[in-house]
């Protein structure tokens, strides 16, 4: 098992930027591909961006491409997602993932963060 930890979550204007960390503290990091997703109140979890294990392919949801860019380095055991022009609806919950494979598919995931609450306000 790995364990994961977010941090960079909080409030921001319409229009602002965050950027979400997450590190491994334990466990296997380097080969494997990692994400993020979220969920937003009365709402399914949802992908949002994902990596591959040496950081040569990324993935991204439709709502944030253009806008988010997922990025690792291995050897800070550490993946970001830099979100910039940031909207209302990009308001929710944001898990960092370690998936077996990359894929916006959750099922793929096993380990999951806490979670790291972002709010976007109008």
């Known amino acids: 098992q790995v364990q994961l930890v977010e941090s960079g979550g909080g409030l921001v204007q319409a229009g602002g930027s965050l950027r979400l960390s997450c590190a491994a503290s334990?466990?296997?990091?380097?080969?494997?591909?990692m994400g993020w997703f979220r969920q937003a109140p009365g709402k399914e979890r949802e992908f949002v961006a994902a990596?591959?294990?040496?950081?040569?392919?990324?993935d991204y949801a439709d709502a944030v491409k253009g806008r988010f860019t997922i990025s690792r380095d291995n050897a800070k055991r550490t993946v970001w997602l830099q979100m910039n022009s940031l909207k209302p609806e990009d308001t929710a919950v944001y898990y960092c993932?370690?998936?077996?494979?990359?894929?916006?598919?959750?099922?793929?995931?096993?380990?999951w963060g806490q979670g790291t609450q972002v709010t976007v306000s109008s």
């Open positions: 334990t466990g296997t990091f380097s080969t494997y591909a």
């Open positions: 993932a370690r998936s077996r494979v990359l894929s916006a598919r959750a099922e793929y995931v096993n380990s």
């Open positions: 990596i591959s294990w040496n950081g040569g392919t990324t």
